[in-house]
Every structure is written in structure tokens, then in C-alpha cells.
């Protein structure tokens, strides 16, 4: 990932209080949604609306100027945002990989006056100071109290960024289904698109293969797009997650662009900045130049909140 994974998420846990690095440790894969490796993680503090983000270490091998690009995207939203102090994780099991990548973010933010409130390494089973030799502190997560909390609460946390995006990997059958529609199924207009989504979301149901032909022949169709997205909120965001995942899967390639940016802004408003990349990924590998997924890739870029959505109106919001 060359761009920063932003899940605008609200703060950990109610009552969450990091005393030590297990506690950090504990709560990162909540926030990003799955288990994080070769990468750095960086948490913002202080700002008006608090954001993670997560990055891939640069590549052993890096030039140092390689390095400070990558310091440059996650230092660069901190400062727009206005952030006050970061707290690093660094995981990775090459101790000199994740030390020069830790070097050069503390100067980076440091030279960006944010303080750097603490920067951890992990590898899964030891902790160390990122910057910093020594034999490390062995952890264990998968008893603390704030991840038993989580499952208790129906939480689901994947073993990988990449069993994230397999989520959206395609459903043979159901493609095949909707391709066969596809060949007699017209778009559908303005008003049934509105009425199926709602029938949907109130229901729970899934739309046949009838209807997801039609939908994805609709919002090809950028005016169309607008009813499928404008009118979500961060209320019923996770609501149109679900939808429109499923209909991501069941979507043939040449007609993907359109629902996946729809889900991909879904992701994004519902706090799944992960998945919104994910999605935002399989819409420009099709279409590079798609309007709604280069959008929701400048909102994940630039850290937008999705409480700025709420309160700037959804007007505002509306790409040219």
C-alpha cells in the first residue's frame, strides 16, 4: 500500500486506557479491522476528529529518500489535521527494517512539531522500543480484556489486510447469475434504485440477480450513482457495507467501477478505511479514471473524517 490506509474511527474502547504497550498492541487490529504486519501504525491525538492510519514499511533495501517519502504520507495528514502527538507500532520482524523506518518518522514529526508519544516494535510474540535495541518484552493478546470485549460485541477482526480483501473476492455463482441478466436486464431508474436499496436495508434481504444487473447497469451512470450514495448516512453505513459487498462479489468486471466505489464510500462513512482501499482498489483496477473511487481515494488520502461528512452536509461533499 503507497498511499496511508485512514480508518477515521472514533477513539478505542469507552474506558480504554493504554498503561503499556500490550494495552496498544491489544487495541491496533480493533481499530484497523485485522491483524497488521510489515507495516507501521500510527495513532493521532489532540486533533478536533481523531484518525489511525496504517502504511507498508518501505522495503529493506529502501534509499533513505524512499524512507522519508513514506514519512512524508502519514506526517503530512497529522499536520493538516493539526494532530498534537502520534503514537507509533511498527510490526515486523526485521528489527533493522522497522528501527530506520522509526528514526526517520521520530525526526519527521519532531521537525512537524507533534510530539511522538511512544514507537513500539512487535513481531506477534516480543515488543521492543522501535528505535532501540534490546531483547524485547514477550506479549500475549488474545486474552486481553479489551479483545474479549470485542468478540462479546460481535467484533470481527481478520487474521490479515489481505483476508479482509479476500472478503471481496468474487462469488463464481453469483456472477455468473447476475451476467446472464445482464444480457436482458436494462438499467434501472432513478426511483427503483432508491426503492430497492431501502426494501433492502430495512429487510436485510439480498437483491436477486435480476436486480443486482440492474443496479450495477444504473449506477454506471453518474447521476444515477448519486441516489446510491448521497443519501447514506453514518447511521445505516454499515447497513450499505453489507448491501453493496455483496454486490461487489456478484458483480461481472466490466461492470464493477460503480458498485465498488459506491461500497467504497459505504467503507468509508461507516469507519473502514481498510475495506474502503479494498474497494477503492477493485473499481480503479478496472476503471483508473472513475470519478467516485478517485474521490473516496482523495477522502482516505487526506484523513477526511467521516464526521466531516455529517457536518459539512452531503453538498459539499459532491466530487466535480
Not at 512524508?72 to 507500532?89: I, K, N, S, Y
Not at 524485547?136 to 483476508?163: C, K
Not at 464526521?307 to 452531503?314: L, N, V
Amino acid at each position: 500500500m503507497t498511499t496511508p490506509e485512514m480508518p477515521s474511527l472514533p477513539a478505542p474502547p469507552r474506558g480504554f486506557v493504554a498503561r503499556e504497550p500490550a494495552d496498544v498492541l491489544a487495541v491496533v487490529p480493533l481499530l484497523l479491522g485485522f491483524e497488521p504486519e510489515d507495516c507501521v501504525v500510527m495513532m493521532t491525538f489532540g486533533a478536533e476528529h481523531q484518525f489511525h492510519a496504517r502504511l507498508d514499511l518501505p522495503p529493506a533495501g529502501a534509499t533513505d529518500a524512499e524512507v522519508a517519502q513514506v514519512a512524508a504520507l502519514l506526517v503530512e495528514p497529522a499536520v493538516r489535521h493539526h494532530v498534537t502527538g502520534v503514537l507509533l507500532v511498527f510490526y515486523s520482524d526485521d528489527a533493522e527494517r522497522a528501527r530506520r523506518s522509526a528514526r526517520c518518522l521520530v525526526d519527521a514529526f519532531g521537525a512537524a512539531g507533534i510530539a511522538v508519544l511512544d514507537a513500539i516494535r512487535a513481531d506477534g510474540q516480543r515488543h521492543w522500543p522501535a528505535t532501540g535495541p534490546g531483547e524485547g518484552t514477550a506479549y500475549d493478546v488474545s486474552a486481553h480484556p479489551v479483545r474479549a470485549q470485542a468478540v462479546l460485541d460481535g467484533h470481527v477482526t481478520r487474521r490479515s489486510r489481505a483476508e479482509l480483501a479476500a472478503t471481496l473476492d468474487p462469488d463464481a455463482r453469483g456472477r455468473a447469475d447476475v451476467a446472464r441478466a445482464l444480457e436482458h436486464r436494462s438499467a434501472l431508474p432513478a426511483d427503483e434504485v432508491s426503492a430497492l436499496l431501502l426494501g433492502c436495508l430495512v429487510t436485510g434481504s439480498a437483491p436477486g440477480a435480476d436486480e443486482v444487473a440492474g443496479l450495477v447497469r444504473a449506477v454506471a451512470d453518474p447521476v444515477v450513482r448519486d441516489v446510491a450514495w448521497l443519501g447514506m448516512t453514518r447511521h445505516d453505513a454499515d447497513r450499505h457495507v453489507a448491501l453493496w459487498s455483496d454486490v461487489v462479489r456478484r458483480t461481472p468486471d466490466e461492470w464493477l467501477p460503480g458498485a465498488a466505489a459506491v461500497l467504497g464510500f459505504a467503507a468509508w462513512l461507516s469507519g473502514s478505511g481498510a475495506l474502503a482501499w479494498c474497494a477503492v482498489d477493485r473499481c480503479l483496477a478496472v476503471d483508473p479514471d472513475h470519478v467516485l473511487g478517485g474521490y473516496v481515494g482523495q477522502l482516505l488520502e487526506r484523513a477526511v473524517p467521516p464526521q466531516a461528512w455529517a457536518e459539512a452536509g452531503a453538498d459539499a461533499g459532491r466530487p466535480a
